[in-house]
């Protein structure tokens, strides 16, 4: 626990900690709830605008919906789990974060239902002055923003698409209300979240046309059910404890320099044949799927989908492959882009989100200007996390963090933030923030790392306007930990308001 300065008392009153007010409550607000608590730091709101914990969790519910990631990595290290499968699915995970919240006793501290919708920095009492969406104001001496990276749907512009007559949707607003059985359904998109839907309807879907713009690199995911003996094993302290160890040594190894992203080298080649001889095993007796599936861009390009069931799917009777995007929508079907309509009941939009739209939820205004403003097109932050000119904000999952294993990032991400908030009670500061320099210097090393990889030689949702991959982290989660400790304390600007 961080020494309280008088002067912090005086600043921040009686217990010296500063007014914290979080936003979001998945993975990455309660990494920072529960991280202040462990220091001592008890006067924080956490804003989630659903109507439950769980941030993504909670709002994705989908047939399906699972993580890509092993379950006893994508947990938190201080909260070990008996995990029922190698990857949990959505109620799963839901009900995990619901229980961290519980047994840490965050309870208090959640508003649920309540967006945050502006946050203004005012320099005069260096706080930060918040306007719900219930209309309600708030003020904080520090912003946390863990909104998440895919938490707004993308809707498409199709025309057409207002007058369809039957039940349309988006997958991260699931209308479980409609019963799909013996219904013929457009399933628009064929990313992660795409290619797990289409298994889990098809049984029951009497017709199922996959809408396809290009297509992913796909690898067998390997997720089954733990046995009992296993989950006997794997609860025990040390059998979590090995399990987290093993799979975060899987996934290092499997970025370790950047070369998986690289096309040309070794680790890059080897995984392009892997995906390549998935194809050729699945579809040996329909090369036109095979064909069709097969992607023209290096490997991983875009998002690479980890999935098990989705190719033997697409051998079904009831399913068809389109291999063309949607052009428009019409009161009884869909529109390809050469034209060809065909009729359907249902049409469920997976057409993603809105990544490199960070904080579009939020209008954050800082010392010169919002937010926006200063990125111009370009989001970027010192370590993904503090941006110059915007005192005590922090992002959680914020521009170049995608990539590793999150839920590690997030809980350094959190410390981070930690740190300088127990740096200002030890020294009464009221206002930190990253100089411009570092910020710039930082940014520009990352985006040095982003050339010659794959993500520069496609059409991804990693990209920004002006060509740069503004979304990822080339690294695993172990450098990303020890930056964090080490350029955690960058040249920065820290004033204390005059009382």
């Not at 993975?27 to 709101?45: D, L, R, S, W």
């Not at 209309?135 to 904080?140: I, L, Q, R, S």
């Not at 991400?413 to 320099?437: D, K, L, P």
């Amino acid at each position: 626990m961080s020494k309280v300065s008088a002067r912090a008392r005086e600043q921040f009153g009686p217990a010296g900690t500063p007014r914290v007010v979080v936003v979001g409550g998945g993975y990455g607000g309660i990494a920072a709830g529960v991280k202040m608590k462990a220091a001592g730091i008890h006067t924080f709101t956490i804003y989630e605008k659903s109507d439950r914990v769980g941030g993504t969790w909670w709002d994705n519910r989908y047939p399906g919906c699972e993580v890509d990631v092993h379950s006893h990595l994508y947990s938190f290290a201080f909260k070990p789990y008996d995990w029922s499968r190698t990857h949990a699915k959505q109620a799963e995970l839901q009900g995990y974060l619901e229980e961290t919240v519980s047994e840490q006793g965050l309870g208090p501290h959640f508003r649920l239902g309540v967006a945050v919708d502006r946050a203004e920095w005012d320099e005069t009492t260096h706080t930060w002055r918040l306007t719900l969406d219930t209309g309600e104001t708030d003020e904080c001496h520090v912003l946390i923003a863990a909104t998440g990276f895919l938490n707004v749907p993308r809707y498409p512009d199709w025309p057409g698409l207002d007058e369809f007559a039957g039940p349309k949707f988006h997958t991260a607003r699931w209308e479980s209300e409609h019963d799909l059985t013996g219904k013929t359904v457009a399933l628009v998109g064929t990313g992660s979240t795409a290619t797990q839907i289409l298994p889990e309807i098809q049984p029951i879907a009497g017709k199922v046309y996959l809408f396809q713009r290009e297509p992913g690199w796909v690898m067998p995911k390997g997720d089954r059910d733990f046995s009992p003996a296993e989950r006997a094993v794997l609860r025990s302290y040390w059998g979590h404890r090995k399990e987290r160890w093993r799979q975060l040594w899987m996934i290092e190894k499997g970025v370790w320099c950047g070369a998986t992203y690289k096309p040309g080298t070794p680790r890059n080649d080897a995984r392009t044949k892997a995906c390549l001889d998935y194809i050729a095993k699945v579809f040996a007796d329909r090369p036109d799927l095979a064909e069709l599936v097969t992607p023209t861009y290096p490997y991983p390009g875009k998002r690479p989908i980890f999935n098990t069931t989705y190719y033997p799917t697409l051998l079904a009777d009831n399913v068809e492959l389109v291999p063309r995007a949607v052009e428009k929508v019409t009161r009884t079907g869909v529109v390809d882009v050469d034209g060809v309509e065909r009729a359907v009941d249902v049409l469920v939009m997976c057409t993603g989100f809105q990544p490199t739209n960070y904080l579009a939820r939020i209008e954050v205004v800082g010392r010169e200007g919002s937010l926006s403003g200063y990125w111009a097109g370009e989001p970027r932050a010192y370590l993904g996390i503090t941006v110059p000119t915007f005192p005590n904000f922090f992002i959680l999952y914020g521009p170049g963090t995608n990539g590793g294993e999150i839920v590690s990032m997030l809980e350094r991400q959190s410390e981070y933030a930690v740190r300088v908030m127990n740096r200002m009670r030890r020294e009464g500061v009221t206002a930190v923030e990253v100089t411009r320099r570092c910020a710039d210097r930082y940014h520009e090393w990352l985006m040095r790392k982003m050339d010659g990889t794959s993500w520069q030689m496609c059409n991804n949702y990693f990209t920004v306007e002006n060509g740069r991959i503004v979304t990822q982290w080339p690294y695993g989660p172990t450098l990303y930990g020890a930056m964090t400790k080490l350029l955690g304390r960058p040249s920065e600007r820290a004033r204390r308001r005059s009382i």
